[in-house]
């Protein structure tokens, strides 16, 4: 420790001394220079702008995840291509974390034949992840099957086969609770991109084309 002079005797002594120990003045203690405390850090996070809750990184969830008005309406303008799109997702995010060789392009190909399959995965990957099902996977699987061939029917009954998206609406409910149990944040794919805007309004016009076509033939 630093030595000074008493200020009365001339005799060294501690800086921090309260009294000279020769000539028994009483001394102030010079006050030890305090450490520099380094500010507070607020916690931030690489993946959110400016801190704050993560948002979710749609390609690291179990499944494809859409927002379910999303869903019904590209399904009803693109003819039920939409819901293939959305199988050909799923597929592909099972290949990816399946041991098994799973092709996503014929299994959506043979959506209807495959059907059974992949509801029953999903229904598995629930129970496991402790999410609730109330929907039987052999009976979407058959309503999903006759509802696909419903196209084949006369007019104007093929229009039986826009409602094919029905059957995947529960199996689409319970994708949606699985991927929110691995979402740090609001769930993606809640808006419509260009493209889907696009697609409503090209689907939407062959669709109101068929409708008039169907019903105003002479």
């Given at each position: 420790?630093?030595i000074?002079?008493?200020?009365?005797c001339?005799?060294?002594?501690?800086?921090?001394?309260?009294?000279c120990?020769?000539?028994?003045?009483?001394?102030?203690?010079?006050?030890?220079?305090?450490?520099?405390?380094?500010?507070p850090v607020?916690?931030?996070?690489?993946?959110a702008?400016?801190g704050?809750t993560?948002?979710s990184?749609?390609?690291?969830?179990?499944?494809?995840?859409?927002?379910?008005?999303?869903?019904?309406?590209?399904?009803?303008?693109?003819?039920?291509?939409?819901?293939?799109?959305w199988?050909?997702?799923?597929w592909?995010?099972l290949?990816?974390?399946?041991?098994?060789?799973?092709?996503?392009?014929?299994?959506?190909?043979?959506a209807?034949?495959?059907?059974?399959?992949?509801?029953?995965?999903?229904?598995a990957r629930a129970?496991?992840?402790?999410?609730?099902?109330?929907?039987?996977?052999?009976?979407?699987?058959?309503?999903?099957?006759?509802?696909?061939?419903?196209?084949?029917?006369p007019?104007?009954?093929?229009?039986?086969?826009?409602?094919?998206?029905?059957p995947?609406?529960?199996?689409?409910?319970?994708?949606?609770?699985?991927?929110?149990?691995h979402?740090?944040?609001?769930?993606?794919?809640?808006?419509?991109?260009?493209?889907?805007?696009?697609?409503?309004?090209v689907?939407g016009?062959?669709?109101v084309?068929?409708l008039?076509?169907?019903?105003m033939?002479?």
């Amino acid at each position: 420790m630093p030595i000074v002079s008493c200020p009365g005797c001339g005799h060294g002594i501690s800086d921090r001394a309260t009294a000279c120990v020769n000539c028994g003045r009483a001394l102030t203690p010079v006050a030890a220079p305090s450490e520099p405390v380094a500010p507070p850090v607020t916690p931030t996070n690489d993946h959110a702008p400016g801190g704050g809750t993560p948002r979710s990184d749609g390609a690291q969830l179990p499944f494809f995840s859409v927002a379910t008005h999303k869903f019904v309406i590209m399904c009803v303008v693109t003819l039920g291509m939409y819901q293939y799109y959305w199988l050909y997702k799923q597929w592909k995010r099972l290949a990816r974390t399946s041991f098994e060789p799973i092709s996503p392009f014929w299994r959506t190909f043979f959506a209807p034949l495959w059907g059974f399959s992949l509801f029953m995965r999903i229904r598995a990957r629930a129970e496991l992840e402790k999410v609730v099902v109330s929907w039987n996977d052999i009976a979407l699987g058959v309503a999903y099957l006759l509802l696909s061939a419903a196209w084949r029917l006369p007019e104007p009954w093929w229009i039986v086969s826009l409602f094919g998206f029905l059957p995947l609406l529960p199996v689409h409910g319970t994708i949606e609770e699985i991927n929110a149990r691995h979402s740090a944040g609001p769930l993606p794919n809640r808006s419509f991109s260009g493209a889907n805007v696009l697609g409503i309004f090209v689907g939407g016009g062959i669709l109101v084309l068929a409708l008039i076509g169907t019903f105003m033939k002479p």
